[in-house]
């Protein structure tokens, strides 16, 4: 059994920083990815990579504000992000696939492990 451990959430002001990471246990990862789901909304995509930190892919909403990276000695993912927005506040998953995602890098269907979620807040 996987299990995803995610850190790094928090409260920040509007412009502030935050990092998450995700560290699966029991398994190397191929792609790794964030969703989120704010108040009142739909769980949405945020970024996916994969464990080479060769192909990214980001919302647009987040794209230039935030940023994937892997370590791959720590089979471990991280999310920079930057430059917050109080439309950024939502609980925001890690969720890890052993394969190589691809084109189905939006399609939560195919992540087969996901962490219990970490509260990012932004404030005006």
């Known amino acids: 059994q996987v299990e995803l451990v995610e850190s790094g959430g928090g409260s920040v002001q509007t412009g502030g920083s935050l990092t998450l990471s995700c560290a699966p246990s029991?398994?190397?990862?191929?792609?790794f990815a964030w969703f989120r789901q704010g108040p009142r909304k739909e769980r949405e995509f945020v970024a996916a990579i994969d464990k080479s930190a060769v192909t990214k892919y980001y919302a647009h909403s987040v794209a230039g504000r935030f940023t994937a990276s892997t370590d791959r000695d720590k089979n471990t993912a991280y999310l920079q992000m930057n430059s917050l927005k109080p439309e950024d506040t939502a609980v925001y998953f890690c969720?890890?696939?052993?394969?190589?995602?691809?084109?189905?890098?939006?399609?939560?269907?195919?992540?087969?492990?996901w962490g219990k979620g970490t509260l990012v807040t932004v404030s005006t």
């Open positions: 029991g398994r190397v990862i191929e792609s």
């Open positions: 969720a890890a696939s052993q394969y190589f995602l691809g084109s189905y890098y939006l399609v939560p269907e195919r992540y087969s492990y």
